[in-house]
């Protein structure tokens, strides 16, 4: 079974480039059909999709993040890392790292139980 696994700083200073990784275990995070996802959700507030690399390495992002997204990986360590450029407040939230499946309409099938993400004015 995957287990996906978010780590990175939970204090980062506004303007700064706020930097997490998923690191994946039980399964490849190169195989067919599997995309790669971010996702997080401020306070009070419902769940943001941010962007997602999939199985071949290309990269999709949401449009509300105005290019501020890039997600990367290491496929030598079974990781992809979101970088997250000039924070602000407004973007404390709790990261999430999730797996969705192609064969299965896109469906999440695997999450990281979330990292929380504090941004310092």
């Known amino acids: 079974q995957v287990q996906l696994q978010e780590s990175g700083p939970g204090l980062v200073k506004s303007s700064q480039t706020l930097s997490l990784t998923c690191t994946v275990s039980?399964?490849?995070?190169?195989?067919?059909?599997?995309?790669w996802s971010w996702i997080r959700q401020p306070p009070g507030k419902g769940l943001e999709w941010m962007g997602v690399?999939?199985?071949?390495?290309?990269?999709y992002y949401g449009p509300s993040l105005n290019g501020r997204t890039s997600i990367s990986r290491d496929t030598s360590k079974n990781q992809f890392t979101l970088q997250l450029s000039s924070v602000t407040p407004e973007d404390t939230a709790v990261y999430y790292c999730?797996?969705?499946?192609?064969?299965?309409?896109?469906?999440?099938?695997?999450w990281g139980q979330g990292t929380q993400v504090t941004v310092s004015s």
């Open positions: 999730a797996r969705q499946n192609s064969a299965r309409n896109m469906a999440f099938d695997s």
């Open positions: 690399i999939r199985y071949s390495g290309s990269t």
């Open positions: 039980g399964g490849s995070i190169t195989t067919n059909n599997y995309y």
